[in-house]
């Protein structure tokens, strides 16, 4: 049966999957990670969003998955939102971050109750 987890797994992999090949090749990533000061880090950042999204999908086969790729994710997340913190950008460019957080903590959540029943 598709519930909710299921959605929000589905959204959260797709836009991780986004922006994670999207850090890879676009041209303003490269000046975005310039400004954070993690130029050496996008290509790797990238690659973990994209096993991250490909993690959560693979947790519709294996539900322990879910619980690794969402923990990850929530980890790439917090870290995200303290490099804006550190560089002093507005709340509001953290709120995708916290967005994305918070569906992912939701994820880890259920994906643990889950596999405690």
């Not at 959605?7 to 890879?24: E, I, T």
């Not at 990533?29 to 990238?46: K, P």
């Amino acid at each position: 049966m598709f519930s909710a987890f299921h959605l929000v797994k589905l959204l959260s992999a797709a836009a991780f999957l986004y922006y994670g090949v999207f850090c890879m090749v676009s041209a303003s990533m490269v000046l975005e990670f310039e400004r954070y000061g993690l130029a050496r880090l996008r290509m790797l950042v990238g690659a973990l969003e994209v096993a991250g999204a490909l993690g959560l999908l693979a947790g519709f086969l294996l539900p322990a998955l879910d619980v690794w790729a969402g923990g990850g994710l929530c980890l790439m997340m917090l870290a995200g939102i303290a490099t804006r913190v550190r560089i002093g950008d507005p709340w509001t460019a953290m709120v995708p971050a916290a967005v994305l957080l918070l569906l992912n903590v939701g994820i880890v959540v259920v994906a643990l109750r889950r596999s405690q029943a």
